[in-house]
């Protein structure tokens, strides 16, 4: 006969986790359903409804350049710039975004002339209204392309009413701020070197220069004295230079009064050598060595050493002398303090049309500065014997040239790194030509003003003061002209008697009316310059300018038809871009609004790394090492995208690729389960249920406490835009905190005590605040997957999580000594754990509630807790306490019958008549 007790299914009595907020994210379907409902809901402007009354907060939108599909570094960009924003609306402010484009410049006027190339079309036939409006329709393309794709990357905006630089109002204020600077002076025309690309036809500016190696030509040139100290006449100066084609543009040399000269008697050449015995060179003392063995000299005599100040007002003759009859200036030596003896030769050739130091020099003494090189890069008739040869081959003629003058000493090839346009991929020149500049020193002092600006600002990371610091300390004058058709233009007419701008308000005034119904496009049209000048003026009288203003002046006046236009506060709060911007946006934005207003547009600038591999390489196409944001949210979804941004470290470069985002995904799947399981606990959690601060436990305490900790933290974060470390602390709290401590310890409480017991109130009270942190405080990195845990609670057609505050916490819930207190509860915990792993490992338990623990601590530890909380926390069915010098836990078989519903191992079961099978706890529920 058996007398065991008949077995009964208790697990419909067990409150297991029940939630229709499913374990697996399927963001990639899920994400765009979200965002047919946030569009049907106008989410939008119920944001702005809702913080209508709040103080503002305006990060200001870099424009992105209109001319093709996102790249991870776009998405990198607005997803933090999104984050950033969404945290300061849930922090209590109105943070209204205007998303913005960059429309104008080279780039797309590039790809209009590369299909104009293709259908063998010449461009310069073609009308120019006719080719800007072809610009504008490929900038609106592209423009309402990104546009979908930056809204999938669940970025919040106003994206019906976004900016561009191209809309006609932009337009007009563009031209209107280039107005300010002609009016207060500081906007003027002079001739002087600038970056020019001779592949674009067109000046660039800093930002838009790139370096790569590049093989160049070099030679040694001679340059006889013509007239100086009698033992230096018809001795030989000898330079060396990168740019031979740069010789013919020479109109002076460089020395240092401080650095020693020698002058050399040549006795013996190596073969080859391009050099004479017999001359007389004279050549740095310190570099002596290597100019003699480049030239192939061999023996030879020091004469004697010299300092450098005694070449002052000596002349030398150019070593193009008296080629094509031409060439017969006098080069003087000049005292230049840029100067070195560190390469080269220890002296300069002066080209002031081909470099800033030179120009500088070459008009500190009043030497003419000749325009030698054309737009397309090839000699003008100023350089004659060279002319119509373009630069980038004229090596080889100019070493012929001065090896049949005899003043070529050597010659050959070098790779270093070179100057080349971002967007041609081609090298460039330093190039004089008229240009339109803004000038940094005069009355109006933006340099003075706008390094005072920087010392204001704070800067995320504080390293980027140092870097914009630095270059606006050492820039020249704004160059702002550019040579295109494709832009805004410098609106300006020179009076041809005086060579003077005209500075009229009221003809600027009919311009800006102009433009802002029009566009720019008027500046174009028959009879505009009669138009804009007005009566009492001869059109004839005055150059109508046709260069546009550089791209940047453009981006840098994007402050001034977003910020007051649009009711936004000036200066913005925020500048966020790529680290790259300190010499562009950032730069230009700075300088423009100085220029403009006196005061820098922006409050705080933060400053993002670039993206690389996972092997930190820069991504390629050839490489195949590209991650594009379209696969990303293809496979994984927005949300992993967001949480890649927010996991890292965005103040430094970062890593992408495979492997990368697969531990992401798993970074998600924890985080998602951990709000499947708050969500789960919590199924008809009402108020009524919670129980105050003081009826909790000390272990909701903790987690209480645990939760102030992280409010400071992110609020903290909102305050300094530095959100390094959030998320992986939250993540932390998530994976260590509540997952492998809080809820493996109160699963038991939860699942099987009565619904009405205190112990099971005090967890669900704190599972609801725990789900309210975690899902407002995640809004604004996983923006899908927080406003589907936060409906799956509080459902409803207009309800959504990105439209709450984040919780204000309670100052009674912080408590650092019971923080302290459960730190080391925690570490002791640790121990027993790691006995009990042993045991399960040595086969004498299966799980934890088949052990019974021994832990023996310390006297200073024995009032921690009692052994039955001991047991609870150690998730133990029995567990007695010892005294001794130091912790130790020895785990033996729990005594007793295994409870069929809650598990625990306990010599009650079986003492029920009812429920044999069950322990008193479980019994009581039961019944």
């Known amino acids: 006969m058996n007398d065991a007790p008949e077995a009964r299914d208790y697990r419909s009595t067990v409150f297991l986790p029940n939630t229709p907020f499913p374990m697996r994210g399927d963001l990639p379907k899920r994400e765009p359903a979200m965002l047919e409902r946030w569009a049907a809901m106008g989410m939008y402007e119920r944001l702005r409804e809702a913080a209508r009354d709040r103080p503002a907060f305006v990060l200001h939108d870099g424009p992105p350049y209109a001319n093709g599909p996102l790249h991870i570094g776009h998405a990198l960009n607005k997803i933090l710039k999104d984050v ?46 006719d080719f800007r409006a072809e610009c504008r329709a490929y900038a609106r393309k592209w423009l309402e392309f990104q546009r979908d794709e930056f809204r999938r990357l669940g970025v919040e905006g106003d994206w019906a009413h976004p900016y561009a630089t191209m809309d006609f109002p932009s337009e007009a204020i563009i031209a ?235 010659k050959g090839f070098i790779t270093h790194s070179y100057p080349h346009s971002w967007r041609s991929k081609k090298p460039v020149i330093y190039r004089a030509t008229p240009q339109w500049f803004i000038a940094m020193d005069d009355a109006n002092a933006i340099r003075d003003k706008a390094m005072a600006a920087i010392d204001a600002t704070h800067f995320v990371p504080d390293v980027g003061r140092n870097r914009i610091g630095g270059m606006v300390k050492t820039r020249p004058d704004w160059c702002i002209s550019r040579q295109r058709a494709w832009g805004v233009p410098i609106a300006v007419f020179v009076d041809k008697a005086t060579g003077q701008p005209l500075r009229d308000q ?119 090492n590209v991650t594009a944001p379209q696969e990303v949210l293809r496979d994984y979804g927005a949300d992993i995208l967001r949480l890649w941004v927010m996991n890292s470290d965005t103040t430094q470069d970062l890593r992408i690729g495979k492997e990368i985002l697969k531990q992401q995904a798993e970074i998600y799947r924890r985080i998602r389960n951990t709000l499947r399981w708050l969500l789960g606990s919590l199924e008809g959690f009402s108020e009524a249920e919670a129980l105050p601060l003081a009826e909790l436990p000390e272990l909701e305490r903790w987690v209480l406490h645990r939760l102030s900790e992280l409010d400071t933290r992110i609020r903290q974060a909102v305050k300094d835009y530095d959100w390094t470390g959030v998320i992986p602390d939250l993540h932390g709290f998530c994976n260590n905190d509540l997952s492998a401590f809080y809820f493996d310890i109160r699963k038991d409480a939860l699942y099987c005590d009565a619904p009405d017991s205190p112990r099971r109130r005090a967890a669900r009270t704190v599972l609801d605040h725990l789900h309210r942190c975690l899902t407002t405080w995640l809004a604004p990195v996983l923006c899908f997957t927080a406003e589907e845990a936060w409906l799956a609670r509080f459902p409803g057609d207009d309800a959504s999580v990105h439209l709450q505050l984040f919780p204000t916490i309670p100052a009674g819930w912080r408590d650092e000594a019971l923080a302290a207190r459960w730190a080391r509860i925690r570490a002791i915990r640790g121990e027993v754990t790691t006995a009990l792993e042993a045991a399960r490992r040595d086969g004498m338990i299966g799980s934890s509630l088949q052990a019974a623990a021994t832990l023996s601590l310390p006297t200073a530890d024995l009032d921690l807790l009692d052994a039955p909380a001991w047991a609870e926390i150690s998730i133990t069915s029995a567990l007695s306490l010892a ?19 809650c598990w625990r191992v306990l010599e009650e079961v079986g003492q029920s008549t009812p429920h044999p099978t069950l322990c008193r706890r479980c019994e009581a529920v039961v019944a």
């Open 84 to 129: 950033i924003n969404r945290a300061a609306q849930m922090a209590g402010f109105n943070a209204d975004y205007v998303p913005g484009w960059d429309c104008h410049g080279l780039p797309i006027e590039w790809k209009v002339e590369e299909e104009y190339r293709a259908r063998k079309q010449d461009k310069d036939a073609v009308p120019v209204l």
């Open 176 to 410: 209107g701020e280039i107005g300010r600077f002609l009016m207060n002076g500081s906007l003027y025309r002079g001739l002087r070197p600038v970056m020019w690309s001779p592949t674009e036809k067109t000046a660039l500016a800093e930002a838009e220069i790139e370096y790569h190696d590049h093989k160049s030509a070099i030679l040694y040139a001679l340059f006889p004295i013509l007239k100086g100290p009698s033992d230096l006449v018809g001795a030989n100066v000898v330079i060396w230079t990168t740019t031979p084609w740069t010789i013919p543009a020479n109109r002076a040399l460089a020395y240092k009064n401080d650095i020693e000269y020698a002058l050399l008697h040549v006795e013996a050449v190596a073969e080859g050598s391009l050099v004479k015995p017999g001359a007389r060179l004279l050549v740095a003392l310190k570099l002596l060595p290597d100019v003699t063995a480049a030239c192939g000299i061999g023996a030879h005599t020091l004469v004697r050493v010299f300092p450098g100040a005694e070449l002052a007002g000596a002349i030398c003759a150019s070593p193009l002398r008296g080629f094509e009859g031409a060439y017969t200036y006098e080069a003087p030596l000049l005292d230049g303090d840029y100067v070195t003896d560190d390469a080269g030769t220890g002296f300069v050739h002066i080209a002031p049309s081909h470099g800033e130091e030179d120009f500088a020099l070459a008009r500190a003494h009043g030497i003419a500065v000749p325009e030698c090189v054309g737009d397309d890069g090839t000699y003008t008739v100023q350089a004659p014997g060279f002319t119509g040869l373009h630069v980038f081959k004229a090596h080889d003629k100019v070493w012929s040239v001065l090896e049949s003058l005899g003043t070529l000493a050597g």
């Open 506 to 624: 009221a003809v600027l005034d009919r311009i800006l009316e102009a433009f802002t119904e029009e566009g720019a496009d008027a500046w174009y049209k028959p009879s505009a310059a009669a138009r804009f000048l007005g009566e009492g003026r001869n059109p004839a009288d005055y150059e109508q300018v046709m260069d546009i203003v550089d791209v940047w002046f453009e981006s840098g006046s994007t402050h001034a038809f977003v910020l007051g236009p649009r009711n936004m506060p000036f200066p913005a709060d925020l500048y966020l871009e790529g680290s790259d911007q300190h010499r562009g946006w950032f730069h230009s934005s700075l300088l423009e609004s100085i220029g403009s207003r006196g005061i820098a547009p922006f409050k705080a600038i933060l400053t993002h790394g670039f993206v690389l591999d996972e092997q930190g390489r820069k991504m390629s196409k050839s490489m195949g």
């Open 883 to 901: 005294e001794a010098e130091a912790a130790s836990v020895t785990i033996a078989p729990a005594p007793g019958q295994k409870c069929d519903r």
